[in-house]
């Protein structure tokens, strides 16, 4: 046997020996035995670099070091989950979706289990990529760190697709957790807070060589490509075990919300028995047919549910209400309490939402207060032990002036929160809006935070997000630890986003209501900020999915002349603010003022593609059929029940083909 053979040939069978070990948690062989080849394989890899392998079993022990992890744009976008609390929360789920597709429904429940979110990509069984979850549209690389994990196949077995995406959470189990913070007691050094936040960090160490050292454990529970030769969810999670993934073996089918509950009830008591934090259950669709008929919101699968098991609570004393003023005016009481252990973290403050808030639970100053935290990441105050009340203590009184500029605050009819007017003139409205326009999912400015935002304004060097484009090097050097290095990237980060697409300038600017979905709508309807500017409310609402409250805001940024000014500095400066030429090609208004619902499986085209070319041409998707339908674009398998009521409409349904030709 040749040395690449043999070589081949430990590989072969180490990579066996850690899917026994780390996978199926069935060992064949020692750990000495395991050591003694890894060792083997090292030295002959070290002598015949010429036969090198990036997935080779040797290359988990980490040591390559990441400075600054890059941004990677998802190729499938990973979406949150809408969460549910209850039996009644999850049947009024499963009336909708029944709603909007044909045939009996089975479900897929699994175990929510709380880490930190991944997405790995492979391509002829190997691992090319690793990416967290980041905003949903692009995360970090995080590669090297996730090649250290043992049960993160490097090479795939079986029958694998040639190219697709994996998607999991990195977990740290409690004992693993547990021996690294009797470690870190015994250095004298704080022990870590919970698994979750550990393992998450974790991803994001500079040196994999440390990541290596920690013992995460990768869970993967979705698939996701084109042509995986695979019809449901349940089947899915049986093809990733035989590829090599580590998928827990907890999920069931279940043909009803009542089977689903009792999956729910059954781990509700036995999740404290499982070596991972677990904080619900995730119930899908089964058939993957049914999934891509519901589709997606703007932020959650229509398929897919969570339910979120009771949130933990403790009881505290509340010491003091301070009030926040965000970037829109708006104001937040924040409750400040005697510290407490609370899911792992300790917690001070609560979120008391607004004066209503206040009023209805009686909160006052030196209560004892039950605090809860479910699925918010900042815990909230749910009641008052009144049996604990001091006699002296009196009702709380809202604040009627801003806390930071003393300018009498506003309450508009139908609104929960107080208001700060001064616009221009409060210092954390002015720094949260720009802190607002160079976030991720706005301008994405590369080399600046929001602190240093924070500092800019502080130290006068910037009054709006215009103020941006006129900054120098020598202006921002002798910020706190600003380097020259940094003050570089910080102005080309600047200069970078002018090339930042309209329809994310849009949503940057901050305006009230505006959203990302509003702001591609408006963006894709009008073209260019100028004709927004001069929009009436009429115009507005009459586009998809802009209701009053959204127009009125949109007008009244208009209105106002300081904003114009910000607005036409951005233009001089060379911020994009309409959609380019390469942006419209494609696009027509075809379609326009046209309902057109999707059904069932396509030949020539995807249905991501069918609905990008229905947007693209002006018309609008929906999800259900009714009166208001133009018609309805079918490919095989439409349901019976979807047909029945297209023709008791008369509604007309036409074949993907019928619909190109339609375009021409």
């Known amino acids: 046997m040749n040395i690449k053979q043999h070589i081949q040939n430990l590989r072969n069978e180490l990579r066996e020996h850690n899917y026994n070990y780390y996978v199926l948690d069935n060992p064949a062989i020692s750990d000495y035995d395991f050591d003694i080849k890894l060792k083997e394989l090292q030295e002959l890899e070290a002598k015949y670099p010429e036969f090198f392998d990036a997935n080779s079993p040797t290359q988990r022990v980490g040591g390559e070091v990441t400075k600054n992890f890059e941004t990677i744009a998802h190729e499938h976008r990973m979406y949150s989950l809408d969460n549910s609390y209850s039996k009644e929360d999850l049947q009024d789920w499963e009336i909708r979706i029944k709603k909007l597709v044909d045939g009996g429904i089975q479900y897929t429940c699994e175990l929510k289990y709380d880490g930190a979110s991944i997405s790995l990509t492979y391509e002829n069984g190997l691992l090319v990529k690793a990416v967290t979850r980041g905003d949903g549209f692009q995360g970090d690389n995080v590669t090297a760190n996730v090649k250290t994990i043992k049960s993160v196949p490097l090479q795939l077995k079986g029958d694998y697709p040639p190219k697709f995406d994996i998607r999991g959470e990195i977990v740290l189990p409690f004992d693993g957790f547990n021996k690294m913070n009797e470690e870190r007691i015994e250095l004298g050094e704080e022990p870590y807070r919970n698994p979750r936040n550990t393992a998450s960090g974790s991803l994001k160490l500079q040196d994999s060589a440390e990541v290596a050292k920690r013992p995460l454990e990768c869970l993967l529970y979705n698939l996701t490509g084109s042509n995986l030769g695979i019809q449901t969810q349940f089947e899915s999670l049986v093809?990733?075990?035989?590829?090599?993934?580590?998928?827990?073996?907890?999920?069931?089918?279940?043909?009803?919300?009542?089977?689903?509950?009792?999956?729910?009830?059954?781990?509700?008591?036995?999740?404290?028995?499982?070596?991972?934090?677990?904080?619900?259950?995730?119930?899908?669709?089964?058939?993957?047919?049914?999934?891509?008929?519901?589709?997606?919101?703007?932020?959650?699968?229509?398929?897919?549910?969570?339910?979120?098991?009771?949130?933990?609570?403790?009881?505290?004393?509340?010491?003091?209400?301070?009030?926040?003023?965000?970037?829109?005016?708006?104001?937040?009481?924040?409750?400040?309490?005697?510290?407490?252990?609370?899911?792992?973290?300790?917690?001070?403050?609560?979120?008391?939402?607004?004066?209503?808030?206040?009023?209805?639970?009686?909160?006052?100053?030196?209560?004892?207060?039950?605090?809860?935290?479910?699925?918010?990441?900042?815990?909230?105050?749910?009641?008052?032990?009144?049996?604990?009340?001091?006699?002296?203590?009196?009702?709380?009184?809202?604040?009627?002036?801003?806390?930071?500029?003393?300018?009498?605050?506003?309450?508009?009819?139908?609104?929960?929160?107080?208001?700060?007017?001064?616009?221009?003139?409060?210092?954390?409205?002015?720094?949260?809006?720009?802190?607002?326009?160079?976030?991720?999912?706005?301008?994405?400015?590369?080399?600046?935070?929001?602190?240093?935002?924070?500092?800019?304004?502080?130290?006068?060097?910037?009054?709006?997000?215009?103020?941006?484009?006129?900054?120098?090097?020598?202006?921002?050097?002798?910020?706190?630890?600003?380097?020259?290095?940094?003050?570089?990237?910080?102005?080309?980060?600047?200069?970078?986003?002018?090339?930042?697409?309209?329809?994310?300038?849009?949503?940057?600017?901050?305006?009230?209501?505006?959203?990302?979905?509003?702001?591609?709508?408006?963006?894709?309807?009008?073209?260019?900020?100028?004709?927004?500017?001069?929009?009436?409310?009429?115009?507005?609402?009459?586009?998809?999915?802009?209701?009053?409250?959204?127009?009125?805001?949109?007008?009244?940024?208009?209105?106002?002349?300081?904003?114009?000014?910000?607005?036409?500095?951005?233009?001089?400066?060379?911020?994009?603010?309409?959609?380019?030429?390469?942006?419209?090609?494609?696009?027509?208004?075809?379609?326009?003022?046209?309902?057109?619902?999707?059904?069932?499986?396509?030949?020539?085209?995807?249905?991501?593609?069918?609905?990008?070319?229905?947007?693209?041409?002006?018309?609008?998707?929906?999800?259900?059929?009714?009166?208001?339908?133009?018609?309805?674009?079918a490919g095989a398998n439409m349901g019976p029940s979807k047909k029945d009521k297209a023709e008791n409409l008369n509604i007309s349904i036409i074949n993907e083909h019928e619909f190109l030709q339609k375009l021409n």
């Open 239 to 633: 093809k990733a075990r035989e590829w090599g993934f580590k998928v827990p073996d907890t999920a069931k089918l279940a043909s009803s919300i009542d089977e689903v509950f009792e999956f729910i009830n059954y781990w509700n008591v036995h999740r404290h028995d499982l070596p991972y934090e677990t904080d619900g259950v995730v119930v899908k669709v089964n058939n993957l047919q049914q999934q891509e008929e519901l589709g997606h919101t703007a932020k959650a699968p229509r398929w897919a549910m969570a339910y979120k098991f009771k949130a933990e609570q403790v009881s505290t004393q509340l010491n003091s209400i301070t009030y926040q003023v965000g970037r829109t005016g708006a104001i937040t009481p924040v409750a400040n309490l005697e510290p407490v252990e609370l899911a792992g973290t300790t917690v001070k403050r609560a979120s008391l939402h607004n004066a209503d808030q206040i009023e209805k639970l009686d909160i006052r100053v030196g209560d004892e207060v039950f605090v809860e935290k479910g699925g918010e990441i900042i815990p909230k105050i749910i009641a008052v032990d009144f049996t604990k009340r001091k006699p002296d203590a009196g009702p709380t009184q809202y604040i009627t002036h801003c806390p930071e500029c003393n300018t009498l605050l506003e309450r508009l009819e139908g609104e929960a929160k107080h208001f700060c007017p001064n616009y221009n003139g409060c210092n954390p409205q002015i720094i949260g809006r720009i802190q607002h326009y160079i976030s991720r999912k706005a301008m994405d400015i590369d080399g600046l935070g929001g602190e240093t935002v924070a500092l800019l304004v502080n130290e006068g060097l910037i009054n709006n997000y215009s103020d941006l484009y006129e900054l120098t090097k020598e202006q921002v050097m002798p910020l706190e630890r600003m380097a020259e290095k940094s003050a570089e990237n910080l102005v080309a980060g600047i200069e970078a986003s002018k090339q930042i697409p309209f329809e994310r300038v849009l949503f940057a600017l901050g305006i009230r209501f505006v959203g990302e979905t509003v702001a591609k709508k408006l963006a894709k309807h009008y073209k260019s900020i100028d004709a927004i500017a001069i929009a009436s409310e009429e115009d507005l609402v009459n586009v998809d999915e802009i209701g009053i409250k959204i127009a009125q805001s949109v007008t009244a940024f208009f209105k106002d002349e300081k904003n114009v000014l910000i607005l036409n500095r951005l233009k001089q400066f060379g911020v994009q603010l309409e959609i380019s030429a390469n942006q419209l090609i494609g696009q027509t208004n075809i379609l326009k003022g046209q309902s057109i619902v999707v059904t069932g499986v396509f030949e020539s085209i995807s249905r991501n593609d069918l609905k990008k070319l229905i947007e693209d041409n002006g018309g609008k998707i929906s999800s259900s059929i009714s009166s208001k339908t133009s018609y309805i674009i």
